[in-house]
């Protein structure tokens, strides 16, 4: 059974930090790719970051709004991925999900953890 839960979620002021987690379970996390998503209300889902799984050196990707602002990482000891939060704005506001995956039928989804940036 996988299981993918995040944390670290919640209120920030604008220009704040926050640190999001991903632990992962019931797969060998290494061989993974993973990323982070995010949808706001009346929105469509939309890749954040992402993080190859490493097999042959890892590889990010950041959507072009992040890009200088967040930073992808992963601990394979720890079965986490990581997503680094910095110069937060309104606009980052969303619900952000964790993804693993490794093929079409190997593709995992979290539950999803709030982010809002509010004064």
């Known amino acids: 059974q996988v299981q993918l839960v995040e944390s670290g979620g919640g209120l920030v002021q604008p220009g704040g930090s926050l640190r999001l987690s991903c632990a992962a379970s019931g797969r060998i996390f290494s061989i993974y790719d993973m990323g982070w998503y995010r949808q706001a209300p009346g929105k469509q889902r939309e890749l954040v970051a992402a993080?190859?799984?490493?097999?042959?050196?890892?590889?990010?990707n950041y959507a072009d709004s992040v890009k200088g602002r967040f930073t992808i990482s992963r601990d394979n000891a720890k079965n986490t991925v990581y997503l680094q939060m910095n110069s937060l704005k309104p606009e980052d506001t969303a619900v952000y999900y964790c993804r693993m995956r490794r093929t079409a039928a190997s593709d995992y989804w979290g539950q999803g953890t709030q982010v809002t940036v509010s004064s």
């Open positions: 993080i190859t799984s490493g097999i042959s050196g890892t590889i990010t």
